[in-house]
């Protein structure tokens, strides 16, 4: 009866690992179009995705945000030409709306934790 429990509890485990990473890989294909990506977590409405945006589109250099609330919960970025953006700067912004900054992925160049 042990062995059952820990079998049923082992494949449980190995069907959540498995439908966490079809997840990500459906969420992937948008990223490889924007300039840059910054993975948040803590957004929780409509609001607090539009805080994100507002905040990111104050950075010098952004000219258009998407904000996903979905996992993994993400801000795709459309840069102006020839701008010169920061990690630091679009991290910044998103900290000071309030909200934590997982990872952020500029012109290719993907970085996670902290800078």
Do not use: H, N
């Amino acid at each position: 009866m042990m062995v059952r429990m820990l079998s049923l509890a082992a494949l449980l485990m190995w069907l959540g690992g498995v439908a966490y990473a079809q997840e990500k890989e459906t969420a992937a294909p948008d990223t490889l179009k924007a300039d840059a990506v910054i993975y948040m977590k803590g957004l929780t409405c409509e609001m607090c995705a539009r805080s994100v945006s507002v905040a990111l589109q104050r950075v010098e250099g952004v000219a258009d945000v998407q904000v996903f609330l979905e996992k993994p919960q993400r801000a795709l970025l459309t840069l102006k030409e020839d701008a010169q953006v920061s990690e630091k700067a679009l991290r910044t912004a998103v900290e000071k709306a309030g909200f934590e900054v997982e990872g952020v992925r500029l012109r290719g160049k993907k970085k996670k934790g902290s800078s």
